[in-house]
């Protein structure tokens, strides 16, 4: 087993300080390559859409949209022949999974036929 650099050892002292800090491995040449799981690198705008099972229960369903997924923003978009899609926007923590919590959550949600990440964008 090799000698670790000073920026190694480094390194694992943070790792050892933070817990969110991962380190996945050393490259040939020595550099540790770290992977930041649970970083917060910034907010991004996360935009779904939730298509509706039945457009009689669809108020309902804006109701439990707004409980459960709490969006920053809410609208509707016609799709065609009456049926109405839901459009959320929320703002989320720059990180590993943060869309798909959201859209696991809209997926449990009752009434819903299909739920969609439209765009995630950085503030």
């Known amino acids: 087993m090799r000698k670790l650099r000073r920026e190694d050892r480094a390194l694992q002292a943070l790792q050892a300080d933070f817990a969110p800090l991962h380190v ?30 039945d457009m009689a229960k669809f108020d309902k369903l804006k109701k439990d949209a707004v409980e459960a997924l709490k969006p920053y923003k809410m609208e509707e978009q016609p799709v065609a022949f009456g049926i109405v899609a839901l ?24 009434n819903v036929s299909g739920v969609e990440i439209v765009s995630v964008d950085r503030l």
């Open 87 to 110: 459009s959320l926007t929320f703002v989320v923590e720059d990180g590993v999974g943060g869309s798909d919590l959201l859209e696991e959550k809209a997926n449990k949600l009752s």
């Open 24 to 53: 996945q491995g050393m490259r040939e040449d020595g550099a540790v390559s770290a992977l930041f799981r649970g970083v917060c690198m910034g907010q991004v705008a996360v935009v779904m859409k939730i298509m509706p099972e």
